[in-house]
């Protein structure tokens, strides 16, 4: 009865080795699918950050920007700019605005990169700790709140029933922002040294007028500028239009050359996943909501879309991308910075990217965007002048 049990336990086992070896083969080849990334160019970056619940990328991805461009040319190992200061300058103006067009503007969270750098050239920066901009109880932003209140508050000047306007309704609106995000200072000190904000944006050296919005379009003439069609586009900015293939040859010439990039994108696109991968699969997905992530990526739950270092990626035209725009499949979703290039384990460059979703992914806050999802989505680029290559930048008039 033991002889038969034993020549029945191991028949069973027997049975079951092929099993095991087919589950260890599955998972071997799994593993040996995933994107292994070797990194061929990086250039200095600041620490991740969280832009967490508010509308606010455009901000925390220039900053980003500006904060390696400081880097780059005053030899500084770090540097935490205010995004709230920008915020709140930013919502001032647009207002402002708003009201002298009788509320026919966008006026919401989002904007551009451009907004940006003309709230540095016309009111200056201050480091974060000045301006830490967290007035209403909690540790990362959360501004939904506050967006609706300074929305309402400019329809109802906009619907104003005494017709003139009184001098007191600015001071309304800066009032509603100081409460949310803290009074703007005028004063403040780094290492012992007081600034104003204009000053300190003198002393790091930031010119705006350096910088300069590139895109890649067929709606508009090639080698002129064009005012892109967007909401979040609300102070008119201009960007020159390249062909695409010299709109690539920007973005790695200036990653080669020591330059990051501030990379407006579309990523409510499937390919754009939670773990840190931006591919082209040919799959639908849908928008989640919440947090700024969850609004572009889904939830956390979710089933993620598979993508391995084998996945084959549409062949990207001019044509295609235009299309996209066109019938609004590429839209102005998100603001990052790009920072370096990567080449996988089949030698398929990858653009790398510092996103404003806190150590979210397998890369802990950055992705890897293939070369052709940057072709197909990208909806306009700032650079500095210098990261252009000179035949190009002779060609769109740039001096």
Known sequence: MKMKKFLLSAAALLALM??????????????????????????PITSIKDQYRSGTCWCF???????????????I????????????????????KY?????????????????????????????QEAMPGLNYGTEKPEHFEMDEGLKGYVEAIVKNPNRTLSTAWVNGLDGILAAYLGEIPENFEVDGVSYTPESYRDYLGINPDDYVSLTSFT?????????????????WDASYNLPLDELMEVMYYAIDNGYTIAWGSDVSEAGFSRNGIATVPDVDKKPGSGSDQEKWVGKSEEKAIEQTGNTEEKVITQELRQDEYDRKLTTDDHGMQIYGIAQDQNGNNFFMVKNSWGDAGKYKGIWYASDAFVRYKTMNIVVNKNAIPKDIRKKLGIK
Request: aromatic share 12%.
């Open 18 to 43: 092929p099993a095991f070896a087919q589950e260890k083969t599955d998972s071997t080849a799994k593993k040996s699918n995933e994107y292994e990334f070797t990194v061929i160019k990086e250039n």
């Open 61 to 75: 991805s220039t900053l980003s920007f500006i904060e390696s461009e400081i880097m780059k040319e005053k030899g």
């Open 77 to 96: 190992d770090s540097l935490d700019l205010s995004e709230m200061f920008v915020v709140s300058k930013s919502y001032h103006d647009r207002g402002i």
């Open 99 to 127: 009201v002298r067009l009788d509320g026919h503007l966008n006026f919401g969270a989002g904007s551009s990169f451009g907004d940006v750098l003309h709230v540095i050239k016309d009111y200056g920066i201050v480091p």
């Open 219 to 235: 709606h508009h003439p090639f080698y002129s500028q064009f005012i892109i069609e967007v909401c979040d586009n609300w102070r």
